[in-house]
């Protein structure tokens, strides 16, 4: 008989869960707005022209960070780097929390249902105190969500995971070229040093030949001081050059997340890099780990517009229990008897002060700001990656150049030098022709390392050192 009188309830609660779980959506249709950059990279006046994409190359994103990497004690520090990097770490853990937060706001279309044993005691008629005790399943106040607002939270809680996800998957391209930049400093540090040291015994050695000069009434004590004020100065660049070593390692460290081995530290071979092809600007939007990101946090503010539309709608609850009853505490698992409870709610509102259209203003503002966040990114992306291109473009002919100036330099000196010695030149003509090769090794150097670098910074301007297998995968 109790289950012929409960049984419309059952069906009619079967109903509100079928409703409940298959929601209209008012969220707004996502159309990704048109990328605001020019369709090709712009050409450098004077340089190399303009890249053609190929489509038979492979995009830098696809090049995986080991392959564009052909030294093995680099590769090992990367590797080391992604390991303990505290930053990535932060990243990775981030997109714990976001999945947990994912998933709370899933739960929230299901009911909670409980478990729960209440006794009771109050005075009877006869002056006896009554007794009643209940045992069963309670479902809290559950929101039939007829209108997606809890949908909407659950789509805009999976964007902000997939963004956290592209978030890491940035941090991981910065981890990359920022070891490999370091490490090229490194390695300019230490030729730099070599250098130093090289000019700083060449000038002492010149020291010493014009101190016995000027004791020897031949060479003036300009000369002499002229001479002491080079010496000072290569000793002055040396410190420095001490300094800054000390500084990139320091650096390094910080990124690896650990001391870095001596082995690793060895700086004596070149690096090579694999080439890579700039592809199209329009490659950005699918690769680039920054622009998915900021992509995702506009579907998800997105999302939040059909939250807040969702609002002006009613909202509907629904409270139940069930299990058995009993006034002795005794029976209540024998002899109970079966009970259930239904309450529903329904909740319109009527006046708010404006307080929900405020809330749909403000989530349509937030679209806006994700909007125009979106295509900041795209336009920094394009601009770091002409950045690269023209560094490309121009870095290889400023190298030839400054060789030439190094060797015409080399030249002058070696002659000033014999010049000097044979007592045809001054000793100031052999000072500027020092200063002139030391100043031109230098600058020479430098611009090894911004080519170098510049190739590193490309391959990070285009998308490169993530995988999809870096990062987890989300469930639905």
């Known amino acids: 008989m109790a289950s012929t009188v409960f049984a419309p309830r059952l069906r009619w609660t079967a109903a509100l869960l079928a409703l409940g779980l298959s929601a209209c959506s008012l969220i707004p249709t996502y159309e990704r707005p048109a990328a605001p950059v020019a369709p090709q990279w712009p050409s450098v006046p004077g340089g190399a022209a303009a890249p053609v994409a190929d489509a038979a190359k492979p995009l830098a994103a696809d090049i995986r960070w080991q392959d564009f990497v052909n030294d093995a004690r680099l590769r090992a520090l990367v590797e080391l780097a992604l390991a303990n990097n505290r930053d990535l770490r932060v990243a990775a853990l981030t ?13 929230n ?10 006794g009771s005691y109050q005075p009877g008629a006869n002056g006896n105190m009554a007794h009643a005790y209940t045992v069963g399943l309670t479902m809290a106040s559950w929101e039939i969500d007829l209108f997606g607002r809890l949908q909407s939270l659950k789509e805009a809680a999976l964007a902000q995971f997939f963004a ?43 020291l010493k030949l014009i101190r016995m000069r000027f004791e020897q009434g031949v060479a003036s004590e300009l000369d002499l001081r002229q001479a002491e004020s080079l010496a000072a100065t290569a000793r002055a660049t040396l410190a420095q050059q001490r300094r800054q070593r000390a500084l990139d390692y320091n650096v390094l460290t910080l990124l690896v997340g650990q001391s870095v081995p001596e082995q690793l530290l060895d700086t004596q071979q070149g690096v090579q890099f694999v080439d890579v092809p700039a592809g199209m600007p329009s490659d950005l939007l699918t690769r680039r780990p920054d622009i998915r990101q900021a992509e995702q946090q506009l579907i998800a503010a997105n999302a939040n517009i059909g939250a807040a539309r969702a609002a002006f709608f009613p909202r509907i609850a629904l ?10 505490l005794s029976d209540l698992f024998s002899g109970g008897t079966w009970v259930w409870t239904q309450a529903n709610q329904t909740l319109l509102t009527i006046f708010d002060a404006g307080r929900n259209q405020a809330g749909l203003d403000s989530a349509r503002a937030g679209r806006e700001i994700a909007v125009a966040q979106y295509e ?9 990656v002409s950045d690269a291109l023209a560094g490309r473009a121009t870095l290889g002919d400023q190298v030839r150049a400054l060789q030439q100036q190094v060797d015409a330099a080399l030249a002058s000196y070696r002659l000033s030098d014999q010049r000097y010695r044979s007592g045809v030149a001054s000793h100031l ?32 301007a285009l998308g490169g050192g993530w995988s999809e297998a870096d990062t987890p995968v989300a469930k639905n």
């Open 95 to 107: 997109i714990e929390q976001a999945r947990a937060q994912y998933q709370i706001n899933r739960a």
């Open 109 to 118: 279309q299901l009911p909670t249902v409980s478990a729960g044993l209440t």
């Open 164 to 206: 956290t996800q592209e978030a890491r998957n940035a941090v991981q391209t910065s981890l990359v070229a920022s070891v490999v930049s370091t490490w090229l400093s490194l390695q300019t540090d230490d030729e730099l040093l070599a250098l130093t040291e090289r000019t700083l015994a060449t000038r002492e050695e010149s």
């Open 319 to 328: 409270t139940a229990s069930t299990g058995n009853a009993s006034n002795q």
């Open 376 to 384: 900041k990114a795209i336009q920094t992306a394009f601009r770091e």
């Open 429 to 460: 003509e052999l000072l500027d022709a020092q200063r002139t090769l030391f100043a031109a090794q230098q600058a020479l150097a430098q611009t090894q390392l911004a080519q170098r670098q510049n190739q590193v910074l490309l391959y990070k």
